[in-house]
């Protein structure tokens, strides 16, 4: 117990690690057995999200309990061959995806208006 203790108290860990890991790279097949076989190993797990639709497969968001836990497996898991394809495991950052998403989403508002409006985009114009 007393490793456990020293080991949180005196290691201060970078902003961006958190609980959750986003995992991608993933067979399309895998199980939700199988992703806690290969990262239960590192520390308990609190939930494991496998992607499904077609946007989303090959990738997971894996929750440990602990942080030092998620550390633990983002360190050994990088990189790690399942099925002949080598896991992606990085952080989650909600703000990173958030940013991704509200892109997109601003992308598809322009066309629609420029659709609307008529107006082609500067490339069309040249022609």
Known sequence: ???????????????EVNRVLYVRNLPFNITSEEMYDIFGKY???????IGTNKDTRGTAFVVYEDIYDAKTAVDHLSGFNVANRYLIVLYYQQAKMSK???QKKKED?????QEKYGIGTPASKDK
């Open 43 to 49: 520390g308990a797990i609190r939930q494991i999200r």
């Open 1 to 15: 117990m007393a490793t456990i203790t020293l080991r949180k108290g005196n290691t201060r860990l970078p902003p």
């Open 109 to 113: 508002e322009i066309t629609k208006l």
């Open 100 to 102: 991704k998403f509200d």
